[in-house]
């Protein structure tokens, strides 16, 4: 079992939320995970993205409080996933949050603050790290620990597998009750994710 590493520290119980690569770990089944101790209280450290080895698996630990989607948070992820790589033992990556958030997304504070070209090049960086999550290497899954919103759900959907807490977390797109519309890239790979769900009027 290419997580089984993983799956011997776990503490929480999980539900599949996407599954998108069918079929590479058959019967996947994530039920508790304990993080190591010194990241289970991300608010006093220094914030980081976090390589650890476990055997054939590789888990990024996303320690950026919300892990919002920053500069320094996305230049942190590429140096983890470089590291992954060059994890000899690695067949899997698995990232997931610290504290109560995977990710909530874009730094709305923060990107007010940019002119038009700097925020077009801080979308462009977004979704290259979206791009090579989806070509990368090794498998990948998202095991989001708690909440998951706009741009931090799409971080996950760039991976192959997706898998949620049972007990804690909110998954919430609210650009679809705002009525706004996402790049195309991103509703593409929305498309490509989310089950389609048939309601009858």
């Given amino acids: 079992h290419l997580v089984r590493p993983f799956l011997r520290r776990c503490r929480y119980s999980w539900r599949p939320l996407v599954m998108r690569t069918s079929g590479l770990v058959p019967g996947l089944k994530l039920q508790r995970y304990q993080q190591p101790r010194s990241l289970l209280h991300s608010e006093s450290r220094e914030q980081s993205v976090e390589l650890e080895k476990l055997g054939s698996c590789a888990v990024i630990h996303l320690n950026f409080g919300e892990n919002r989607l920053t500069s320094a948070f996305l230049k942190a992820f590429h140096e983890a996933l470089d590291e992954a790589e060059g994890y000899k033992d690695a067949r899997a990556v698995v990232t997931i949050g610290t504290g109560k958030h995977y990710s ?57 597998y997706t898998i949620m807490r049972k007990d804690r977390g909110w998954f919430c797109l609210p650009e679809i009750n705002l009525k706004k519309n996402f790049p195309a890239a991103w509703l593409a790979l929305a498309k490509a994710s989310l089950p389609v769900i048939e309601h009858k009027l």
């Fill in 104 to 160: 909530l997304g874009l730094d709305l504070e923060g990107m007010a603050c940019m002119g038009w070209s700097e925020t077009l090049q801080h979308f462009g960086d977004i979704q290259k790290l979206y791009a090579r999550l989806l070509t990368f290497p090794l498998i990948t899954v998202a095991a989001i620990n708690g909440h998951i919103y706009a741009g931090g759900a799409f971080l996950a959907f760039a991976q192959d």
